[in-house]
């Protein structure tokens, strides 16, 4: 068994750098060279998956390998074309869009080497072509691409795969495996347990009707801080640990106006010492936008630009006061977003991000502030225990995270019965919402500040 001296040597001695450069070689060995139809790569929260994508995908146009990127948004799509665009500014680039109006950012007009069309044939013969999957689907009669690179691969349905897999020959999966699972409309009970089941993600049917394909991981998050990269890989991530890029020091929050007492003011300064941040609230079931709660989070909003916050990180030497927009507020439903941007409103806070975990996928921030999923309820639901939600809503800041939630939640997770049904053949998601919202709870615990209406 590895003693804490051991870790701690390990711990010391580990480069963040050379881990990361490491993968990524190996990842573009495979995908270059390699002779598998295809090549997973599991990324933790903030550990450059976009950036893998464009320098795989730079790689592969200079090898002149035609390459289509599937991503799953038309705003992830906008973003990887800006990005090629500034890394290579002669490179060839079509993007695929819908007959929308509004179907792609207008800014891509204005780079010379992007070719906007909705048809694929307009696009033959760049170096490299992205559009969504949902674009991608409708493709019909053209000369495969040699290769293509499925981003947010875990949030793409099995039958979303199915649609385009006859549009290349082989493909880079990268996605982030503790994120939400993919969405669907209508229920999938009938399906549960079968290899073919078009609700599953992309990447565990390809994985199970092919177990051996390459499979590699990222092994640093350059987002999380060193505070916040030990528990979420313990809490999400058990089976495919990382690290955070970076060591305690190496950022810092701090305020310029002293707090003033106040729980709000007490939990701000406990985060920005620590790094996680708990005002908890009285015990009580509640409405889904419970009153209080909601306005908690605005409150705490308020008095993080009330007392000018200003961050230092490893990006520049300078400090960066810690503006509206470096702010994001998360719950788990829209209705109690839409309460706190009322509440933020009636404070005259504007320009912060307020938003549910699904659409705060992917999005960074140097602060958030987060509903608790369970805070207030009765009883624990499968959607307020799937690890994903909580995996995001924890893993979006790159300096501190505060959590409003209302005390009994632990309790209310050790009285909460499994009703949900047994399917044979399905794998057990493994950690499960219990595991998973006791061990941040517990994390939470120590750095808890009490409120009281």
């Known amino acids: 068994m590895t003693g804490r001296s051991d870790l701690a040597a390990e711990a010391a001695g580990f480069d963040p750098s050379a881990a990361a450069s490491a993968a990524t070689a190996a990842i573009l060995h495979d995908t270059l060279h390699g002779t598998d139809r295809g090549v997973v790569v599991d990324s933790p929260p903030g550990a450059g998956k976009s950036t893998l994508v464009v320098n795989t995908a730079l790689e592969l146009a200079a090898a002149g390998r035609p390459l289509m990127v599937v991503a799953q948004t038309n705003a992830q799509v906008d973003d990887l074309v800006l990005r090629l665009a500034e890394k290579n500014p002669d490179l060839p680039l079509g993007r695929l869009h819908s007959s929308d109006a509004d179907a792609y950012d207008k800014a891509l007009d204005d780079l010379p080497q992007v070719r906007t069309s909705s048809k ?194 490893e990006r520049s030497p300078d400090p960066a006061p810690l503006t509206a927009d470096r702010i994001a507020v998360g719950t788990a439903h829209r209705d109690q977003a839409a309460a706190v941007r009322t509440a933020l409103a009636d404070l005259g806070v504007q320009g912060v991000t307020v938003d549910t975990a699904n659409r705060l996928q992917g999005r960074e921030y140097d602060v958030t502030v987060v509903l608790h999923p369970l805070s207030g309820r009765p009883d624990a639901t499968a959607f307020h225990l799937e690890t994903g939600r909580l995996c995001v809503l924890a893993s979006r800041h790159r300096h501190a995270c505060i959590v409003v939630c209302r005390a009994g939640v632990a309790e209310l997770l050790d009285e909460h019965p499994s009703t949900e049904p047994v399917q044979l053949g399905v794998t057990v998601k493994f950690p499960d919402g219990w595991d998973a919202n006791h061990t941040v709870l517990s994390h939470l615990q120590e750095h808890r500040v009490s409120w009281r209406p």
Do not use: C
Request: glycine content about 8%.
């Open 120 to 313: 694929a044939g307009d696009l033959t013969g760049l170096g490299v072509v992205l559009s969504t999957a949902a674009k991608w689907a409708h493709v019909k009669d053209v000369e495969p691409w040699q290769h293509a690179i499925v981003d947010e691969a875990y949030q793409m349905r099995s039958d979303a795969l199915l649609a385009v897999a006859g549009l290349f020959e082989r493909a880079l999966f990268v996605g982030d495996p503790g994120q939400l699972d993919p969405f669907s409309i209508v229920g999938s009970e009938q399906w549960a347990g079968l290899s073919y089941d078009p609700s599953a993600s992309a990447v565990s049917t390809l994985l199970a009707h092919n177990p051996h394909l390459p499979q590699h991981r990222l092994p640093v998050s350059w987002r999380l801080p060193a505070s916040a990269a030990p528990l979420v890989s313990d809490a999400f991530y058990p089976y495919t640990q990382f690290r955070s890029g970076t060591s305690h020091g190496d950022r810092a929050l701090s305020f310029g106006v002293a707090g003033d007492g106040s729980a709000h003011d007490r939990v701000l300064d406990e985060a920005a010492a620590s790094g996680w941040g708990l005002l908890e609230l009285p015990a009580r079931h509640t409405p889904r936008t419970d009153p209080e709660a909601v306005r908690a989070l605005a409150q705490v909003v308020r008095r993080l630009l009330d007392r000018g916050g200003v961050t230092v990180s």
